[in-house]
């Protein structure tokens, strides 16, 4: 039940970005859902993409630094409190979220997010135990 | 393989007589024909008569790269032009080129020591040598190709550049020997491998490489990658160009310095006293045999120390270390001196890290600032911010253990720094003095 992000090692120059974005309109990859995490110097660009191994071939092509990490994607209750209820739940369990992020793509009642913890099987065999809603990844990829 | 079997494995005293008769003769005939020479001998208050023993090189006064550039272009050759057959050229990146001329005979001296230096690495009349040294005024190109005629292997004159033909050449023509800078050694693996070609699969046994500085590590790095030998050859147009010296196989442990074609010094660079064997200090130069550009006592302003230890190979002449850095590529960056060998070798050390890396050197008021550029690969690419920070860190703070000097890391993609066909840019230095 594990979705695949790739990340992208960015310098802080301008242009950068949109060079990503160019390759991957080249290669007619779809970007799903994307956070940028960023310092004076670097930046690192996560993706959640429809076609990954296109995806990581071009971005390799251009010259990029390019790694795949795996990311559990999560329904949250779209209602105050929804996440704060699935992040004591996992805190509870010993488990860290590294980073986090929405995804765009509106679902029924529920808000998505991407996930990335500290130990990933068994935040989602912990939140499936408690009927959290987590998407695999061929289904987000063309959500 | 010993190419010259009687000279190479001289005992020290025949040798040594050998040099004493050459210097003596090279004394008197610089001081007949360069009038250059024949006033800094009589500044010097010396004259050729005064050469009785190997020591007394001592009384000959330095040649530096000003004095070449001084008498540019041609005033320090020692036989009129109908005799040189061939010039070669400094690429003049640090200043006026400084340019050198060969005889008939220099020519085949030359070649006679690159062969020397072409069988020490492994290579025999068997071999292909694909010499990716650039051909030109650069003495790298035509020294290598004349020694491997000489020695008669089969010489692929690719020179630098082209790179992705180089790599379709290697995997039709199998060549046995690669020749070319270290860092061009490093750029082919790189492009084989985006070519989807494996070094493994070619059939090289060794690589000389040279014509700049590189380390232990580097070689490690490159044997790793390239799936051969890695040796160190030395030389500078000034004193003759490549095979002045050259690493053995056997022990790959120092490189040979022909002795019987060159007499080396060490000196402390600041006193300009010569120094024992193993103390490490700039290596100077004299020529015994060269006819159109004999030279004394030139500053190489090449650091490193001469072993006079036998040597496992047979060959009973001296070797010098590795090259360890520069006089001039010295930075001194709040008075500590730094080398950026120095910075290779600490960044080689760490395996997330690639050995590609510049430095750049500012000044900020007084003070000075040394930032290091370093390419971030897949080994060292991590999704979280932290990781990657925590890696500047550690560069950093090895940088600090080592070297003793505070440089600011920052992480750069994938080739963005300079990979020069020839020589790489290590160093930046943006302070106006």
Same mark, same amino acid.
């Given at each position: 039940?594990?979705?695949?992000?790739?990340?992208?090692?960015?310098?802080?120059?301008?242009?950068?970005?949109?060079?990503?974005?160019?390759?991957?309109?080249? !290669?007619?990859?779809?970007?799903? !859902?994307?956070?940028?995490?960023?310092?004076?110097?670097?930046?690192?660009?996560?993706?959640?993409?429809?076609?990954?191994?296109?995806?990581?071939?071009?971005?390799?092509?251009? @010259?990029?630094?390019?790694?795949?990490?795996?990311?559990?994607?999560?329904?949250?209750?779209?209602?105050?409190?929804?996440?704060?209820?699935?992040?004591?739940?996992?805190? @509870?369990?010993?488990?860290?979220?590294?980073?986090?992020?929405?995804?765009? !793509?509106?679902?029924?009642?529920? !808000?998505?997010?991407?996930?990335?913890?500290?130990?990933?099987?068994?935040?989602?065999?912990?939140?499936?135990?408690?009927?959290?809603?987590?998407?695999?990844?061929?289904?987000?990829?063309?959500? | 393989?010993?190419?010259?079997?009687?000279?190479?494995?001289?005992? =020290?005293?025949?040798?040594?007589?050998?040099?004493?008769?050459?210097?003596?003769?090279?004394?008197?005939?610089?001081?007949?024909?360069?009038?250059?020479?024949?006033?800094?001998?009589?500044?010097?208050?010396?004259?050729?008569?005064?050469?009785?023993?190997?020591?007394?090189?001592?009384?000959?006064?330095?040649?530096?790269?000003?004095?070449?550039?001084?008498?540019?272009?041609?005033?320090?050759?020692?036989?009129?032009?109908?005799?040189?057959?061939?010039?070669?050229?400094?690429?003049?990146?640090?200043?006026?080129?400084?340019?050198?001329?060969?005889?008939?005979?220099?020519?085949?001296?030359?070649?006679?020591?690159?062969?020397?230096?072409?069988?020490?690495?492994?290579?025999?009349?068997?071999?292909?040598?694909?010499?990716?040294?650039?051909?030109?005024?650069?003495?790298?190109?035509?020294?290598?190709?004349?020694?491997?005629?000489?020695?008669?292997?089969?010489?692929?004159?690719?020179?630098?550049?082209?790179?992705?033909?180089?790599?379709?050449?290697?995997?039709?023509?199998?060549?046995?020997?690669?020749?070319?800078?270290?860092?061009?050694?490093?750029?082919?693996?790189?492009?084989?491998?985006?070519?989807?070609?494996?070094?493994?699969?070619?059939?090289?046994?060794?690589?000389?490489?040279?014509?700049?500085?590189?380390?232990?590590?580097?070689?490690?790095?490159?044997?790793?990658?390239?799936?051969?030998?890695?040796?160190?050859?030395?030389?500078?147009?000034?004193?003759?160009?490549?095979?002045?010296?050259?690493?053995?196989?056997?022990?790959?442990?120092?490189?040979?310095?022909?002795?019987?074609?060159?007499?080396?010094?060490?000196?402390?660079?600041?006193?300009?006293?010569?120094?024992?064997?193993?103390?490490?200090?700039?290596?100077?130069?004299?020529?015994?045999?060269?006819?159109?550009?004999?030279?004394?006592?030139?500053?190489?302003?090449?650091?490193?120390?001469?072993?006079?230890?036998?040597?496992?190979?047979?060959?009973?002449?001296? =070797?010098?270390?590795?090259?360890?850095?520069?006089?001039?590529?010295?930075?001194?960056?709040?008075?500590?001196?730094?080398?950026?060998?120095?910075?290779?070798? %600490?960044?080689?050390?760490?395996?997330?890290?690639?050995?590609?890396?510049?430095?750049?050197?500012?000044?900020?008021?007084?003070?000075?600032?040394?930032?290091?550029?370093?390419?971030?690969?897949?080994?060292?690419?991590?999704?979280?911010?932290?990781?990657?920070?925590?890696?500047?860190?550690?560069?950093?703070?090895?940088?600090?253990?080592?070297?003793?000097?505070?440089?600011?890391?920052?992480? %750069?993609?994938?080739?963005?720094?300079?990979?020069?066909?020839?020589?790489?840019?290590? %160093?930046?230095?943006?302070?106006?003095?």
């Amino acid at each position: 039940m594990h979705a695949q992000q790739i990340s992208v090692f960015l310098e802080n120059k301008a242009g950068r970005l949109a060079e990503v974005t160019k390759v991957l309109s080249q !290669a007619g990859v779809n970007i799903r !859902a994307l956070s940028l995490a960023d310092t004076s110097d670097f930046g690192i660009l996560r993706l959640i993409l429809d076609k990954n191994d296109t995806a990581v071939e071009a971005l390799k092509n251009a @010259g990029f630094t390019v790694r795949k990490t795996q990311v559990a994607a999560v329904e949250v209750p779209d209602r105050p409190g929804g996440l704060h209820d699935l992040l004591e739940y996992i805190n @509870g369990r010993g488990i860290n979220v590294e980073y986090m992020y929405a995804f765009v !793509a509106p679902t029924k009642n529920n !808000a998505l997010m991407i996930f990335r913890f500290d130990d990933a099987d068994a935040a989602v065999s912990a939140l499936a135990e408690k009927g959290f809603a987590v998407i695999d990844g061929e289904t987000l990829y063309t959500m | 393989m010993i190419f010259n079997m009687e000279f190479e494995t001289l005992p =020290r005293e025949a040798l040594e007589a050998i040099q004493l008769r050459r210097l003596k003769a090279v004394a008197e005939r610089v001081y007949a024909t360069v009038p250059f020479y024949r006033k800094t001998f009589d500044e010097a208050g010396v004259k050729p008569g005064d050469i009785k023993s190997l020591a007394d090189i001592t009384k000959l006064p330095f040649t530096t790269k000003k004095d070449l550039r001084d008498n540019y272009p041609f005033g320090m050759f020692a036989v009129p032009m109908e005799n040189v057959v061939r010039i070669h050229a400094s690429s003049g990146t640090t200043g006026q080129p400084t340019v050198v001329g060969y005889t008939r005979r220099d020519v085949d001296t030359w070649a006679e020591l690159m062969a020397r230096s072409l069988a020490a690495g492994g290579a025999t009349s068997d071999d292909i040598i694909h010499n990716a040294y650039g051909y030109g005024l650069f003495t790298g190109g035509l020294g290598v190709h004349y020694g491997a005629e000489k020695l008669g292997a089969s010489v692929i004159p690719i020179s630098g550049g082209n790179t992705k033909r180089q790599i379709i050449i290697m995997r039709d023509f199998k060549p046995s020997i690669l020749t070319c800078t270290p860092s061009y050694a490093l750029h082919l693996a790189e492009a084989a491998e985006e070519m989807g070609v494996d070094f493994e699969s070619l059939l090289f046994k060794s690589g000389i490489f040279g014509a700049e500085p590189w380390s232990e590590n580097m070689r490690h790095e490159i044997e790793k990658k390239l799936y051969l030998s890695a040796l160190d050859i030395y030389g500078i147009s000034e004193v003759i160009g490549p095979g002045v010296a050259m690493e053995c196989l056997e022990a790959k442990n120092g490189l040979h310095i022909f002795e019987d074609h060159f007499i080396p010094e060490i000196i402390n660079p600041e006193t300009n006293e010569t120094l024992p064997p193993g103390a490490t200090g700039e290596l100077v130069f004299t020529s015994l045999t060269k006819e159109a550009f004999p030279i004394i006592r030139y500053r190489t302003r090449d650091i490193t120390s001469l072993s006079y230890e036998p040597c496992i190979c047979g060959r009973t002449m001296a =070797r010098m270390k590795r090259v360890q850095g520069r006089t001039d590529d010295m930075l001194i960056i709040r008075g500590v001196n730094v080398f950026p060998s120095q910075i290779e070798a %600490v960044l080689m050390d760490m395996d997330q890290v690639e050995p590609h890396y510049q430095l750049v050197v500012e000044r900020e008021g007084t003070l000075d600032t040394l930032t290091v550029l370093v390419e971030v690969g897949e080994k060292a690419f991590s999704d979280e911010i932290r990781d990657l920070q925590k890696l500047e860190k550690e560069i950093s703070h090895n940088i600090k253990e080592t070297l003793a000097v505070s440089a600011k890391v920052k992480l %750069v993609e994938p080739k963005t720094i300079a990979r020069s066909e020839g020589k790489a840019v290590r %160093v930046v230095d943006k302070r106006k003095l």
